[in-house]
């Protein structure tokens, strides 16, 4: 597929691409209010008409993933001169959002992966979160609690730069927005919210009478009828579900999913140390784990898993207390430090040193000690969700509207750019073949790269949590076994960071 892809898009001007495989015509309705459009030209003249818009593609949802979705569609010439729709009331969408390198790092982050970033950086939106606060880091140490096993992760391991990269969400965010602006994209920004969508033909709006019934049922019967909540309507051939764990297309457009909640909840918030952290820490806990995140400066974010009863206590101490508690979780609280090896661990894996890795050389080191909150305490709810199925004819979902995982490896938001990534070449396959965008089978070749990919890594860390919920002798023997295969097996690393780099979809250990 991508080299059919590549082919066509190196073809793209020599050929012009058929219009009316696209939904792009003005249907009017009189009364209807105008949404904000970001492109100024756009915005001058659509203010004199009173007119429901027909769109190629309306992305419900304009947080990471769906804005990352629309940043691919308009960086690729076959997408680019899609018209798109994006519904969502967040206010961060108006682009009036400042962000200030002086100010504390907000306690929403994300770790990006070297796949992630190369998908925005192919999109020209990677630039523009460099202007602002993130953090690469080169080093990851992973423990447990027992101090029976560690293992230590080095970017040189496989000849990279870095293991990945945090990021303030906003300025993720900003990043995606700033990319699409300074295209000549077309986009439309409804601050609204999804009330209703109509996918059959027969229940489409009446529209006004001077336009013949047979142009409106063939300009609106090719297109979902999306209702939003100032009670006006626009219509699209492909309608994106990129709005969350609690998705309302997924739940309008009739899919089923599989999944539960956690009897845990993540606590996030921002701290300080003093001294720069280029280090990702994790340490697995008996209620959980815990992450030390850097995020730039002498700043780090911690990401802690606990119970319900656990997050709300911890969320209201005092300062104090609450960093003493997070020093003892990434210190000697629950158990000792692990010691270098397991009794005959070096002497089992000594067959690999004529292959070792810089990491496996690397001692146990202490994570930096916390000095400071500089943020609020956030507390949200864990679970695990996955839909049955990610497309239906003009529906598809993305990022957590199709999966939701627990967050000990912080994959969530790499998923959904994977997803969103996939969906945009799909879409640019469909249109290089003259094909239909909103086809279910077209749409079923997304879905068939990108669930087992998705499913694949929900496996393992649903097993990682399982395997962590439990605190027994000779269970805990075998995951320290566990981790020091993973720091002294060469291959066994590489693939490792190779998978959690986003470089391969399925963890296949060669």
């Known amino acids: 597929m991508n080299r059919l892809v590549k082919k066509s898009v190196s073809n793209f001007f020599a050929f012009k691409i058929p219009t009316k495989s696209l939904c792009t015509g003005v249907v009017k309705v009189p ?10 030209n756009e915005k001058k003249e659509n203010t004199t008409s009173n007119s429901i818009q027909q769109y190629d593609i309306a992305i419900v949802g304009g947080g990471l993933v769906g804005m990352a979705l629309a940043s691919f569609l308009a960086s690729m010439p076959m997408t ?18 400042s962000i200030k390198k002086e ?4 306690p929403r982050v ?5 796949a992630t970033i190369s998908f925005m950086k192919d999109a020209g939106a990677w630039k523009y979160v460099e202007q602002n606060r993130h953090a690469y880091f080169d080093k990851m140490q992973v423990w447990d609690y027992t101090g029976l096993g560690y293992a230590r992760y080095n970017a040189r391991d496989v000849n990279k730069d870095f293991l990945g990269c945090v990021a303030e969400n906003k300025v993720l965010h900003s990043a995606l927005l700033s990319c699409i602006q300074d295209s000549d994209f077309k986009r439309t920004i409804y601050p609204l919210r999804l009330n209703s969508m109509t996918l059959n033909r027969s229940s489409m709006s009446v529209v006004e009478e001077n336009m013949s019934s047979r142009e409106s ?7 979902a009828r999306l209702q939003l909540s100032d009670g006006n309507s626009i219509y699209a051939k492909l309608v994106v579900g990129a709005d969350g764990g609690k998705s309302r297309v997924r739940e309008l457009a009739g899919f089923k999913t599989t999944g539960w909640n956690y009897s845990q909840n993540a606590i996030i918030c921002t701290v300080e140390h003093p001294s720069e952290n280029r280090c990702a820490w994790q340490r697995f806990l008996p209620t959980g784990p815990i992450a030390l995140l850097p995020i730039g400066d002498k700043f780090s974010n911690i990401v802690w898993t606990m119970s319900p009863t656990e997050s709300n206590q911890r969320k209201s101490i005092a300062e104090e207390e609450f960093l003493k508690d997070v020093n003892s979780a990434l210190d000697y609280g629950y158990g000792p430090h692990p010691t270098s090896s397991l009794s005959g661990t070096q002497d089992l894996f000594s067959w690999f040193q004529m292959d070792t890795t810089v990491s496996a050389n690397e001692s146990f080191e202490v994570p930096p000690k916390i000095t400071k909150l500089v943020s609020e305490r956030m507390v949200f709810p864990l679970s695990l969700r996955h839909a049955n199925s990610y497309a239906s004819k003009r529906v598809v979902l993305i990022g957590d509207a199709a999966h939701t995982v627990h967050p000990l490896a912080g994959q969530g938001v790499n998923l959904g750019f994977g997803d969103a990534y996939s969906l945009s070449r799909v879409i640019a396959e469909g249109i290089a073949l003259g094909t239909d965008i909103g086809e279910v089978n077209l749409l079923k070749k997304y879905e068939a790269e990108r669930k087992p990919a998705n499913i694949s890594m929900m496996a393992i860390l649903e097993s990682f949590q399982k395997a962590y919920s439990v605190d027994f002798g000779p269970f805990n023997i075998l995951r320290a076994a566990a981790f020091h295969g993973a720091n002294y097996i060469p291959p066994l690393k590489r693939t490792i960071i190779s998978y959690a780099s986003g470089e391969q979809n399925f963890p296949v250990f060669l």
């Open 217 to 223: 049922s063939s300009a609106q019967g090719q297109c």
């Open 80 to 97: 680019k001169q899609l018209s798109v729709a994006i519904i969502d009331s967040n206010p961060a969408l108006s682009g009036s959002m």
């Open 31 to 40: 009364g209807s209010n105008v949404a904000e459009i970001l492109n100024e």
């Open 110 to 114: 994300s770790t990006v992966t070297p």
């Open 103 to 106: 100010d504390p790092p907000d």
